[in-house]
T-cell receptor, first 114, second 111 residues
Framework: DVKVTQSSRYLVKRTGEKVFLECVQDMDHENMFWYRQDPGLGLRLIYFSYDVKMKEKGDIPEGYSVSREKKERFSLILESASTNQTSMYLC?????????????FGPGTRLTVT | SQQGEEDPQALSIQEGENATMNCSYKTSINNLQWYRQNSGRGLVHLILIRSNEREKHSGRLRVTLDTSKKSSSLLITASRAADTASYFCATDGGSARQLTFGSGTQLTVLP
C-alpha cells in the first residue's frame, strides 16, 4: 500500500516564525503536491513538484515556498507565518502523466498560527 | 481555481437509504475522480471514471458521467453510519499535472 506521511498532525506556531512541513512518500511517485484546506473553500493547490528539484506554482503560492531535494520528500515552507495561514495542510503524491492519476494523501497537518 | 462544484453542500440521511451527490465542472477532462475524507483526516481515493465511460460501479458505489452536461454523480447505496464523511470530486484535465478539486459534500448518515 502507498504510504504518505506528514511530519506533524498538529502544529502551533507564532506569527513571524519560519515553519517547515515535511511530507514523505514510499511509492517512488514522481508527482507530489501541497494543498491547504479551509471550510467552504475545499482543497486549494499551493505548489506541486513533478521531479526532484522541479516545482510549479499552484493556485495560491503566495507566502509559501517548497523544496524537493529527494524524490520521496517534499517540504512546504512558510517563510514568515501569519494568522491567515492557519489551516489544514495536505500532502499528496501520484504517478506522472499516466492516463489515470489518482492521488494518495497524507493524514494532514493542522497548523495554527497565533 | 475550483472547477468541480459539488451539490448539495450537505446531506443528511438515515442508515439504509441511498445517498446521491452531484458534481459539475467547466472544462474538458480526461477523467473524474471521487474522494472521501473522514473528519480531520486526509483524502482517500474511491473511484475514477474516464471521459469515455458513462457509468462505473465499485461495491456500493455507482458513478455516472455525462460529458455533454459536464456533470457526474456519486451514488452510495444502502448507506451506513460509517459512510459519514465529506466527499469530493476532482477533475483531471490531462494537460496539467494536477487535479482540480471541488468544495465537497458533507454526508451524515444517521443510525
Amino acid at each position: 500500500d502507498v504510504k504518505v506521511t506528514q511530519s506533524s498532525r498538529y502544529l502551533v506556531k507564532r506569527t513571524g516564525e519560519k515553519v517547515f512541513l515535511e511530507c514523505v512518500q514510499d511509492m517512488d511517485h514522481e508527482n507530489m503536491f501541497w494543498y491547504r484546506q479551509d471550510p467552504g473553500l475545499g482543497l486549494r493547490l499551493i505548489y506541486f513538484s513533478y521531479d526532484v528539484k522541479m516545482k510549479e506554482k499552484g493556485d495560491i503560492p503566495e507566502g509559501y515556498s517548497v523544496s524537493r531535494e529527494k524524490k520521496e520528500r517534499f517540504s512546504l515552507i512558510l517563510e514568515s507565518a501569519s494568522t491567515n495561514q492557519t489551516s489544514m495542510y495536505l500532502c499528496a503524491s501520484s504517478f506522472p502523466l499516466t492516463r489515470d492519476r489518482e492521488q494518495y494523501f497524507g493524514p494532514g497537518t493542522r497548523l495554527t498560527v497565533t | 481555481s475550483q472547477q468541480g462544484e459539488e451539490d448539495p453542500q450537505a446531506l443528511s440521511i438515515q442508515e439504509g437509504e441511498n445517498a446521491t451527490m452531484n458534481c459539475s465542472y467547466k472544462t474538458s477532462i480526461n477523467n473524474l475522480q471521487w474522494y472521501r475524507q473522514n473528519s480531520g483526516r486526509g483524502l482517500v481515493h474511491l473511484i475514477l471514471i474516464r471521459s469515455n465511460e458513462r457509468e462505473k460501479h465499485s461495491g456500493r458505489l455507482r458513478v455516472t458521467l455525462d460529458t455533454s452536461k459536464k456533470s457526474s454523480s456519486l451514488l452510495i447505496t444502502a448507506s451506513r453510519a460509517a459512510d459519514t464523511a465529506s466527499y469530493f470530486c476532482a477533475t483531471d484535465g490531462g494537460s496539467a499535472r494536477q487535479l482540480t478539486f471541488g468544495s465537497g459534500t458533507q454526508l451524515t448518515v444517521l443510525p
